[in-house]
């Protein structure tokens, strides 16, 4: 809601006959909000209302204003000559829906999607185990990620993993943090999370490109992938590998998850960063009403864009923190031996042979044609 006095002293003045007009004339044309702004011509003569360009409300209170702070309070738009042309607005009736919606449903559901992923890897755990390298550990390692690769990995992985839990407690943090720790310590933590979100927002933009320009090409589908699915990963199964390349349909699905809600989340923050200067929805909203024939508006404020990105960075967040949680697991207690391809950078053969043997096969041929040394390179069981 906008609403400062400066603005009502404008409007109070010689700015409210013409306003006045326009919202009369706008509520007699149509009876929405919506509506109103749209019919409102700039020039439309003030003698054309049906108070005939009268100011309501006079001293004796004989006439009602009601119709003109009606306007008002559905986001009627007047002039100001301060720089800031937002201020016209004196009442923004969506930011209370956005604040409804976001202190409502938004926590609920995302709260209920953070817990579910908790709840269904646990239950995962506690029904597979732990994934073991099923022919045991063969003392023998394969290079499966260069130093570069796992630096862009964990610039990417520790700068996500300080912004989940910074905007967490932005969403979260007055209700799970605030009575246990006091408002002085919950104010303090707050606000150097706040400057911390800010500025790794950079370092997780970095670490996005890094991985794209690495990874892409051993994430384009394949026919390998459907077989993959087709065997659930053999993630049921003790006895189970199906065969895959660099990167499985699994983690595929997860690269792709980490790029494009990577960019979404990075798109929204980078508006949140410089507010009014994007206009990604009304542009996004075009799009999607020539593609689908639907009728998103596409005439938005730059105050409704704020608020629209506001709430798509939260969604994105949670859906990526609930990507992030399973990617964790079968990074580290889920799967035996899959730790140390980002770690050291060496996996054991029997692990790759078990998860990647397409990959140690491509991998086995590559180091033989290097070397140049005779007979043909060993298959990977
Ligand atoms: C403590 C946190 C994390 C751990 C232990 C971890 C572990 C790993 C491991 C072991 C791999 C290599 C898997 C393989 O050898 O095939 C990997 C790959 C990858 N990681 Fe992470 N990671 C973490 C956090 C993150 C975060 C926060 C992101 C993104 C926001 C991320 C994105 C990726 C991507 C896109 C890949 C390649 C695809 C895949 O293997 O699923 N990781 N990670």
Same mark, same amino acid.
């Given at each position: 809601?906008?609403?400062?006095?400066?603005?009502?002293?404008?409007?109070?003045?010689?700015?409210?006959?013409?306003?006045?007009?326009?919202?009369?004339?706008?509520?007699?044309?149509?009876?929405?909000?919506?509506?109103?702004?749209?019919?409102?011509?700039?020039?439309?003569?003030?003698?054309?209302?049906?108070?005939?360009?009268?100011?309501?409300?006079?001293?004796?209170?004989?006439?009602?204003?009601?119709?003109?702070?009606?306007?008002?309070?559905?986001?009627?738009?007047?002039?100001?000559?301060?720089?800031?042309?937002?201020?016209?607005?004196?009442?923004?009736?969506?930011?209370?829906?956005?604040?409804?919606?976001?202190?409502?449903?938004?926590?609920?559901?995302?709260?209920?999607?953070?817990?579910?992923?908790?709840?269904?890897?646990?239950? #995962?755990?506690?029904?597979?185990?732990?994934?073991?390298?099923?022919?045991?550990?063969?003392?023998?390692?394969?290079?499966?990620?260069?130093?570069?690769?796992? %630096?862009?990995?964990?610039?990417?992985?520790?700068?996500?993993?300080?912004?989940?839990?910074?905007?967490?407690?932005?969403?979260?943090?007055?209700?799970?943090?605030?009575?246990?720790?006091?408002?002085?310590?919950?104010?303090?933590?707050?606000?150097?999370?706040?400057?911390?979100?800010?500025?790794?927002?950079?370092?997780?933009?970095?670490?996005?490109?890094?991985?794209?320009?690495?990874?892409?090409?051993?994430?384009?589908?394949?026919?390998?992938?459907?077989?993959?699915?087709?065997?659930?990963?053999?993630?049921?199964?003790?006895?189970?590998?199906?065969?895959?390349?660099?990167?499985?349909?699994?983690?595929?699905?997860?690269?792709?998850?980490?790029?494009?809600?990577?960019?979404?989340?990075?798109?929204?923050?980078?508006?949140?960063? #410089?507010?009014?200067?994007?206009? %990604?929805?009304?542009?996004?909203?075009?799009?999607?009403?020539?593609?689908?024939?639907?009728?998103?508006?596409?005439?938005?404020?730059?105050?409704?864009?704020?608020?629209?990105?506001?709430?798509?960075?939260?969604?994105?967040?949670?859906?990526?923190?609930?990507?992030?949680?399973?990617?964790?697991?079968?990074?580290?207690?889920?799967?035996?031996?899959?730790?140390?391809?980002?770690?050291?950078?060496?996996?054991?053969?029997?692990?790759?042979?078990?998860?990647?043997?397409?990959?140690?096969?491509?991998?086995?041929?590559?180091?033989?044609?290097?070397?140049?040394?005779?007979?043909?390179?060993?298959?990977?069981?």
């Amino acid at each position: 809601m906008i609403c400062n006095r400066k603005t009502i002293r404008h409007f109070g003045s010689r700015g409210l006959l013409p306003l006045l007009a326009f919202a009369m004339i706008a509520f007699a044309l149509a009876g929405n909000p919506a509506a109103a702004q749209n019919s409102l011509a700039p020039n439309a003569a003030p003698e054309a209302s049906p108070s005939g360009g009268m100011v309501p409300g006079d001293t004796l209170g004989t006439t009602s204003d009601s119709d003109y702070w009606r306007a008002v309070r559905h986001g009627l738009q007047g002039n100001v000559s301060i720089p800031d042309k937002k201020a016209g607005t004196l009442v923004q009736s969506e930011g209370e829906a956005w604040r409804s919606f976001r202190n409502g449903p938004l926590t609920l559901y995302a709260s209920w999607a953070l817990l579910g992923t908790i709840v269904v890897l646990g239950l #995962f755990y506690a029904i597979r185990g732990r994934i073991r390298i099923e022919h045991g550990k063969s003392n023998q390692t394969i290079t499966r990620f260069k130093a570069v690769e796992r %630096f862009g990995h964990w610039m990417l992985a520790v700068s996500f993993i300080i912004l989940g839990l910074t905007g967490l407690n932005i969403l979260y943090g007055r209700y799970v943090l605030k009575p246990v720790i006091g408002d002085g310590a919950f104010g303090f933590l707050t606000q150097m999370g706040k400057y911390l979100h800010n500025y790794l927002a950079f370092a997780f933009m970095a670490g996005l490109a890094m991985i794209f320009v690495m990874w892409v090409r051993h994430n384009l589908p394949d026919r390998t992938d459907i077989k993959w699915l087709l065997q659930g990963g053999g993630i049921f199964s003790k006895k189970l590998h199906p065969p895959a390349k660099k990167f499985n349909a699994g983690q595929k699905v997860i690269f792709w998850a980490v790029i494009i809600g990577g960019v979404s989340l990075s798109l929204s923050g980078w508006a949140l960063l #410089f507010p009014f200067t994007t206009h %990604f929805f009304a542009g996004t909203f075009d799009k999607v009403n020539l593609i689908f024939g639907t009728e998103l508006p596409t005439a938005l404020t730059a105050l409704q864009e704020q608020q629209l990105n506001a709430l798509w960075h939260s969604i994105m967040a949670v859906f990526m923190v609930c990507v992030i949680l399973a990617h964790i697991y079968i990074g580290s207690i889920g799967m035996e031996g899959a730790f140390d391809a980002m770690g050291s950078g060496e996996v054991d053969l029997n692990w790759a042979k078990e998860h990647h043997s397409i990959w140690v096969e491509e991998h086995q041929a590559d180091i033989h044609k290097a070397s140049g040394s005779g007979g043909a390179p060993q298959p990977a069981e």
